[in-house]
């Protein structure tokens, strides 16, 4: 009975993977030369350079209109750490001669003024460079990624792994096609976005930097990928819990498994720590001899982590610690903080074999829980959101998400007109819809995971799942 | 429009105004400074002018020249940090004259008291709000509306109140208090409360919109009565213009009301001392003010002075009305993700819905296309419709307006010949967008300007639920015509008028209906009311997009 089974299961997979080939139009190996990698290449090109050229052209349209100074004003877009306001206000004071982090204006790092220093009357251009930059590699990243992602399915598919009716979750290269584009299009063309970029924010160079991390650790390269993180982290400290799905993506891309007892896992380890722990030094090193004191240290990373200013934003700090009496102060301080990188752990633990899925997740938790968020940081992760277009069929509150999101972001200046303007209303009026904001923040992050997981457990286990009785079961997030 | 709409006749009559405009408007400001400054105040002034978009036929004003004279009373007891104002305007003839002689009167009695610990500024404005709006603009550095002023060469400290008068007789009857300013937004209620507490103590009649409050409540004609005052009230917000020169004082944070003296057929009368002592006893109240007036309510509306309706009992009415399209959109987005029963098509399902996307785009787009045009041309195109048509500036503004928004209706055919294919998927999404659009829009309508998105919800809501390709179309079409802005509008110009006790003919009417788009279009340019670029450029392009449902093929 046995031999049969197993013989009947194997013709069967065959026939699978037969029909697979067919319908999902798969590269074979036998097809697999240099033109057809190429032709869909300067099929996107196209696509791509109208997609940039739309987001230049929107952004050069809004630079000349009068709503700038209005973009630049609002909380909503700009936090004391990011605002351009602050900026030239620390360019002259260096001018001069003065430390910039004299008196409690500018909160930038010395690297971003210097870089201002020399560029200040292309800042406009600039500022749309580095969205550019982002937009692209997040297009390179996501295209790579998703080849990963197309050749594991095929070993999958070959090695038999996958129980039979799971077939529709099976991804095909058309649906895959065009994702690496939407990611761009999400990213320029988001509302957001274009609002940070119009508000010369410095998040879209925070956001640029990020970007250059995730393509370089998508294309496996260990210095590249340690030193624009270490940059990211120098920019604003929160992506240091970048560090785990770098490393774990890292180990996968050079197939260590992540064993502990492993000393070339160790070993890749100590080398990423340390090119990362080096570079941090040497920039933060050179921040000291650009500017001749450690001031900035305080000013930057103290302000960052104390939350001095409480200047309302889209975040939860400002309200909770207005409202604080002083003494408990450096208690819930510790606890909002921790919050950002405390997940890094559970997370790193479920989705270990997902470090994409990881850094999604991570830089989400970073744009809901950090210190001064803006809505810039928010659009950095919304533009991974084409990449689990596959996890649509198990969301399960995406339309209420995403009307509270939309409403919520358009109350935000009509809150802050009756509250300032009109005197109407009060802070806690604009508190409630910024909660409104995060709490959908999060409902979204949490549904795509539970799909995410929910998926994964699909390709294991098949689509249909039975009880032991027979009867059809619910799955449960645990 | 009416006395003025003959063209030739207009435009003779305006060119003498603006030739004689100076000595025929002048306010006597020699006269004015030279009686403050003998009643120790120190008096300046400030100059303005202004060029209306196009010529304001109920004012008679086009070119706008004028002076505004403001006296400053120091606190004798205190830092000057903070002040208060009495205003007044001042226009030709005897219109409002009583209001400069008790604001003078005022001026002299409080010269001589010491207990004022805040900066007392006595304000005659011309041209009522365009002044207003200049020494305003001047005492807070602001420009918001390109107007023309020279700066204020003194100042008090950051005014915490004001109140504004209106006086056409040395008696009244009973003085009227009103509270609604630029952009329905309102004062904050302590200073009703104030107002009717004097009045009581003093025994002057007082009303709100006009009406003398009623004791019976439980009783149906004072119930009615109540219901009526409340209704008023709520069409005066809605209309989002400044109904007494207070009105544009609330834009900086500033609790002001006007006061308004009747003087109606009734025997007991109360003369020009008897306010005097009240505005005394208000201002003494306001000086003793602590803080900003902020502990109470700045939501409310009110059945009568000494009752008033709280955001909490009327938010749920709107609430409720915002449910519906949040129910019709959930119902939808339930509709179009259930995948329809199980078959090999899926693959035919994603390339029917791909090109949903351009098919909704290109509604959304023209839509608003279109309230752009609403929005630009009135003003933009006034000489050339001058030029080719028998109509007057004013007029042409507003005909362009209702040329423009009756042309939009013509828009769904030219759409559709563009998009693809109306699938039913097509329109459900259309709707589903035009849905959630329409429930943000009121919502944050009804936050800033309750009445406004009340009054919105109330005609919008109903079409929004029904509407679909599938019901009957001419009547479904004269439905949605009955039940859109510009109708909504022409009947809140009727029910106004009959809540006022002054019904009007179809023809006055209509006649109203054209002033009233014309003052609106005014106010948005002259004060920054935000009521004709709302309807133009997001209400009426919501409303074109189920308009389009309604047609899709």
Known sequence: ?478 | MGLLSDPNRRRALINLLTRLNAPICGMPVDWLVKTMQARGLEVFTQSFSRTLPFPDENKERYMVKGTNVYGILRAPRAPRTEALVLSASCSPGDENNQAVGLLLGLAQYFRNQIYFAKDLIFLVNEHDLIGMQAWLEGYHHTNTTGMDWTPLHGRGGSIQAALSLELNSHVVTSLDLVLEGLNGQLPNLDLANLFYAFCQKLSVLCTIEGKLQRNDWDSVSGYSQAVQTMMLMVMKQASGRPWGDHGLFLRYHIEAATIKGINSFRQDKTDATTIGRLLEGMYRKLNNLLERLHQSYFFYLMPSLSNFVSIGYYMPAFGLLAVILLLRALDLWVQLVTPPPRNEERVNDIAQSCPGVLSILIPLVISHLTGVALYMLPVRFQEMAVEHFPVSETEAVVLTAIAVYTAGLALPHNTHRYSSEGTEQGWRVLKLVAVLYLAVLLGCTALINFSLGFILALTLVPVAAFVTPHVPKVLSAFALVFLSPACTLLFSVFFYQELQEMPVSFQDGWILYLSVISQGILDHYLYGSLVYPLIALLVYPCWLLFWNILFWK
């Open chain 1, 1 to 478: 009975m046995q031999p049969h089974t197993v013989k009947h299961g194997q013709f069967c997979s065959l026939k699978v993977h037969f029909v697979v080939y067919k319908q999902l139009n798969f590269p074979t190996p036998l097809s697999r030369d240099g033109r057809r990698a190429a032709a869909p290449l300067s099929k996107m090109a196209a696509p791509l350079t109208l997609l940039f050229l739309l987001a230049v052209t929107v952004r050069a349209a809004l630079f000349n209109s009068s709503l700038k100074e209005l973009i630049s004003d609002r909380v909503e877009v700009v936090s004391p750490l990011t605002a351009w306001k602050r900026v030239i206000e620390g360019l002259a004071l260096l001018d001069l001669g003065v430390s910039p982090y004299s008196g409690d204006v500018f909160h930038e790092t010395p690297l971003v003024i210097y870089l201002f220093h020399f560029v200040v009357d292309y800042a406009e251009v600039t500022f749309m460079l580095a969205d550019l930059i982002t937009a692209g590699c997040l297009y390179m990243a996501v295209k790579d990624y998703n080849k990963q992602v197309f050749r594991k399915q095929k070993f999958a598919l070959e090695a038999d792994r996958y129980p039979l009716d799971c077939l529709e979750l099976i991804r095909s290269p058309k649906e895959m096609h065009y994702i690496p584009l939407k990611v761009a299009m999400f990213y320029l063309l988001n509302p957001f976005t274009i609002l940070s970029c119009v508000a010369r924010s410095t998040c879209c160079l925070n956001n640029a930097v990020i970007a250059l991390f995730i393509l370089s650790t998508i294309k496996g390269n260990l210095l590249l990928s340690a030193v624009f993180l270490s940059l990211a982290t120098y920019q604003c400290l929160y992506p240091l819990v970048l560090v785990a799905p770098a490393l774990l993506y890292l180990l996968q891309h050079q197939y260590i498994p992540v064993n502990f007892r492993r000393p070339n896992f160790w070993w890749l380890v100590a080398q990423y720590l340390f090119m990362f722990g080096g570079s941090l030094l040497v920039v933060v090193c050179l921040s000291f001899f650009l500017l001749g004191s450690w001031d900035f240290l305080s000013s930057v990373y103290g302000f960052i982590l104390s939350v001095p200013d409480l200047t309302p934003n889209i975040g939860l700090f400002w309200y909770f610690f207005a409202e604080m009496f002083e003494h408990f102060r450096l208690f819930f301080l510790c606890v909002f903080q921790i919050n950002v990188f405390f997940y890094t752990i559970p997370l790193s633990l479920k989705l270990k074999d997902h470090p994409v899925f990881l850094i999604f997740m991570q830089l989400s938790i970073i744009s809901i829980f950090k210190s001064y968020p803006t809505v810039g940081d928010s659009a950095l992760y919304l533009s991974f959101l084409p990449v689990w277009t596959h996890l649509h069929r198990f969301l399960r509150n995406i339309f209420l998400v995403s009307c509270l999101l939309l409403a919520s972001s358009l109350l935000f200046p009509v809150l802050w007109h009756l509250w300032i303007y009109a005197g109407s209303a009060n802070s806690n009026f604009y508190y409630a819809i910024t909660l409104v904001f995060n709490v959908a923040q999060i409902l979204l992050v949490s549904d795509y995971f539970y799909a995410f997981l929910r998926r994964e457990h699909h390709l294991t286990y098949g689509l249909y799942l039975k009880r032991k009785d027979g009867s059809e079961a619910a799955m449960v997030l645990k």
